[in-house]
């Protein structure tokens, strides 16, 4: 999932002009396994660098990441003589992870103070930094290994000390910290959290604590900016598939008044919004399910100043139809959205075969209303061949608010597939058409385990799979993602073992292939390797295909290749 950083410039904060950039040189360790200024965390909790500089640039913040007692993963490198290996320090669920602290340095890499963190344990997490306007405090989140508790510090950038708590959050799912703070002056700030109200929303604070929520709807909203008193956001509150940009004026110091929230984007469908650095503009790429690709640069009162070029994809010509819709969860309180993508001269008399293309992980969502639901190229490939494809999002995927994202913890695949196989079923019902004798599955990553956990867990409807980067047990996969919805199998043994791969080998049947790059850095070899081991074991056949010089996600030719693979294997077996 791809979060932007949050930076202030002039007075004005916008999303998309960074400025916790590497400007300065940085400290130094001689120590294997100690490092200054990279980013830590595997990327989670909205990390994506480790330098942050004060907004006067005379000083910058810097992680220290000790990663000594992380445990390290050899991965095979095929391009030497003999073969080498590399090794990664990979921090696995309910094993030693890494040690994180924030020194602030001058621009010569010269540290001047640490931030003295004392809450929870040393393999605590520190997110969200951001400096005060006046550059005297840095605000950090400082989040517990457990991911059940945060506390929004103060600390001095004097000299390191602890300042105040602003505020706390508590959850017996989880916590998950996102987003830096956005100052409006010196005192007064913008958060973001799900964890009061709900839903993501934004709360006016100061640093005594929370003053108000802002977006007082149930709907997912993003910060965007805030400019000349106004507070610039995208909210999902007309539909989960649909994404606006509004405005609300804040004013007032002794007395806040707010005024009443504007809609800025009226078309129907979904809007990506960027700011643009003459700080009057904003560029709005929008599109819906009938609606082609558009971009417009727009004043900031939503008036459009001029359409600008936008090359359209090329499967716009695909003369494959899509449609999109609901169904109710497997529990009843929710509609999921689906996409359904038709094949070419789609004849109702006849039975065609049907693909689940599956992802169904946190942070993801896979149905939208922007131009023909969000499709894929693969998908129009497939339609084009003669199948259709179904893509559904379920709970546990984002912006739906907190029960419908919590909802899979402690429990991963669970809820997901009850809910996608809620959907299938109802997708049967209502089209004749489909051959329920012909139906496959796909996905990659947390995908792969879904489509894995689907054919294996219903044996009678899924007759072709193909798995790519599959986790097949939450004990081999990070700390960070895999203890905040899972805890550890210390703690949680019956999840784990109810969740694991490793139990349904006996359940493979039919065809079922897994693809995975062998220097996967992400979902490590150890996962697949060993379902295949005890298929072996066990005398149950699969199919197996390696990318011997490719990571998580293929790139290039391997890519490519890739893709002929997935269409050759539902081709040939589907």
């Known amino acids: 999932m791809i979060r932007r950083a949050i930076a202030i410039l002039g007075g004005v904060l916008m999303l998309g002009i960074p400025l916790f950039s590497q400007d300065f040189p940085l400290p130094q360790s001689n120590e294997e396994g100690i490092v200054y200024g990279t980013s830590v965390s595997r990327n989670e909790f909205g990390i994506e660098g480790g330098v942050f500089i004060s907004p006067d640039r005379t000083r910058q913040a810097v992680y220290r990441k000790d990663e000594r007692a992380v445990s390290q993963f050899p991965l095979l490198d095929i391009n030497t003589r003999t073969g080498s290996l590399m090794h990664i320090r990979y921090p696995m669920n309910g094993m030693p992870s890494e040690h994180i602290d924030l020194c602030v340095c001058d621009t010569l890499g010269n540290i001047l103070t640490t931030l003295k963190v004392t809450d929870f344990t040393d393999e605590r997490y520190l997110t969200g930094v951001t400096w005060a306007p006046d550059c005297q405090s840095i605000f950090v989140q400082v989040l517990d290994r457990e991911q059940h508790h945060m506390h929004l510090n103060e600390y001095s950038a004097l000299n390191g000390e602890f300042i105040r708590t602003v505020l706390t959050e508590e959850n017996e799912a989880w916590v998950e910290p996102l987003d830096p703070l956005c100052f409006i002056d010196n005192d007064y700030f913008i958060y973001r959290t799900d964890n009061r109200d709900g839903y993501k929303s934004l709360y006016l604070c100061t640093r005594g604590g929370v003053v108000s929520r802002l977006t007082k709807v149930d709907a997912d909203v993003e910060l965007i900016a805030w400019q000349d008193n106004y507070l610039y956001y995208t909210s999902a509150e007309k539909s989960p598939v649909e994404n606006y940009l509004f405005r609300m004026k804040i004013t007032g110091r002794s007395k806040i008044r707010y005024g009443k929230p504007e809609l800025l984007t009226p078309e129907p469908g979904w809007h990506s919004i960027r700011m643009n650095r003459d700080r009057q503009s904003f560029t709005d790429s929008f599109s819906s399910l009938r609606s082609e690709p558009a971009r417009y640069k727009r004043n900031l009162d939503g008036s459009i100043i001029e359409k600008m070029e936008m090359k359209a994809p090329a499967y716009n010509y695909s003369q494959c139809d899509v449609m999109m819709g609901t169904t109710p969860s497997a529990d009843g309180q929710f509609d999921n959205y689906y996409r359904l993508v038709c094949p070419k001269d789609f004849d109702p008399s006849k039975k065609y075969p049907l693909i689940v293309y599956v992802y169904g992980g946190p942070h993801s969502q896979m149905v939208r209303n922007s131009w023909m639901g969000q499709i894929r190229a693969w998908e129009v490939r497939m339609a084009q061949l003669g199948y259709f494809v179904y893509v559904q999002d379920n709970r546990g995927t984002s912006n739906r608010g907190a029960a419908f994202e919590k909802a899979i913890n402690r429990a991963c695949g669970q809820a997901e597939m009850a809910d996608q196989m809620a959907g299938l079923k109802a997708l049967l019902d209502r089209c004749p058409w489909l051959d ?76 079922l292939l897994i693809c995975q790059g062998a220097i996967d850095n992400t979902v490590v070899w150890e996962h697949s390797l060993s379902f295949v081991q005890k298929c072996i074991m066990e005398g149950v056949q699969l199919d197996y295909f390696p990318y011997p010089c490719d990571e998580h996600n293929m790139k290039g030719k391997a890519r490519d290749h890739l893709y002929d693979k997935i269409t050759g294997w539902f081709t040939e077996y589907l």
Request: glycine letters at 12%; a negative charge.
């Open 436 to 511: 329920r004798d012909r139906i496959g599955v796909h996905g990659w990553s947390y995908g792969g385990f879904m489509t894995i956990s689907l054919f294996t867990n219903y044996p009678d409807v899924f007759k072709v799979a193909l798995a790519g980067g599959p986790v097949i047990d939450w004990k081999w996969y990070e700390v960070m993602y895999g203890e905040r919805y899972m805890d550890t199998p210390e703690t949680n043994p019956e999840g784990f073992e109810l969740t694991s791969l490793m139990n349904q080998t006996q359940n493979v049947h039919g065809k």
